[in-house]
């Protein structure tokens, strides 16, 4: 794993965002991934003011969504697909015609996933997907105990997900089951990236890049693949540090 550790948060940012705006220009129809959550807030918008500002061309790129709460589309404050177009696809002028997504409202969950699954056959794998890691090690909805050979999926969510996912909504809701892109879409991109940053993720940053590859620390998985990047802050990275 090539690790890249930044001063700050915006320093993170910037590293990976130059990273992306690498790959889509070695690649400008490149399949990306991207994901909802926190820690890609600040590279969403450098991405967007990078393609206002005619660095990076995503005109021939295609997007799809990394994961989604069960029940939740695009019009629901908190999901992932609502997040996405706010912070980026919108913002960067990003068509729908462009963009992939798990629809969590339908009742077949099964179709969605076979329906994600299909787009990302077509293009032969990913070129790119960035990853945030939740404090529980997870990637996406691939929780602990998820199956290193798993597609798009159905996941029971974890406890720690269910609770820490609060903070993406103004009241409270049971969150309990996610879809999600697996592992095995993960292994298979031509590169991954993981971002991560402040005191709460040390532990399971740790977890990843210095422990065991077990399914019980999902991220941990990324020992495993040929080109993956971590962009970590100091704080995040202190662990790791430490156990030198
Ligand atoms: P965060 O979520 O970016 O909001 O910390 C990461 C995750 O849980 O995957």
């Known amino acids: ?13 910037q590293q990976a965002a130059e990273q992306i705006v690498q790959a889509v220009h070695a690649k400008p129809d490149s ?3 991207f994901p909802g ?6 590279i969403f918008r450098l991405l967007v003011q990078a393609a206002k500002d005619k660095r990076v061309d995503f005109s021939k790129a295609t997007f799809v969504g990394l994961d989604e709460w069960a029940g939740l589309g695009r019009e629901d404050e908190g999901s992932c697909i609502h997040f996405l177009y706010n912070q980026f696809y919108s913002p960067a002028g990003i068509p729908d015609s462009q963009v992939h997504a798990f629809n969590a409202k339908e009742d077949d969950l099964q179709a969605e996933c076979d329906k994600i699954d299909a787009v990302i056959n077509e293009h032969g794998g990913l070129d790119l997907i960035l990853l945030g890691i939740g404090v529980n090690g997870h990637l996406g909805f691939n929780e602990p105990g998820v199956s290193f050979e798993s597609h798009s999926h159905v996941s029971e969510l974890d406890a720690v997900t269910s609770t820490v ?11 309990s089951k996610g879809i999600t892109l697996g592992i095995k879409h993960i292994l298979n991109a031509n590169s991954a990236i993981l971002i991560a940053n402040g005191p709460k993720k040390a532990d399971a940053v740790f977890e ?6 077990v399914n019980t ?6 020992q ?5 990047h971590l962009f970590v802050d100091r ?5 790791v540090e430490k156990s030198h």
């Open 37 to 42: 959550g926190d820690t890609p807030r600040e």
């Open 208 to 213: 990843a890049v210095k422990g065991p590859v």
């Open 31 to 33: 399949l990306l991934c």
């Open 165 to 175: 996912g609060q903070k993406y909504f103004k009241e409270q809701r049971v969150l």
């Open 217 to 222: 620390l999902p991220a941990s998985v990324l």
């Open 1 to 13: 794993m090539n690790i890249v550790v930044s001063k700050d948060y915006e320093e993170m940012s």
């Open 224 to 228: 495993l693949h040929s080109n993956a």
């Open 235 to 239: 704080e995040a990275y202190a662990k």
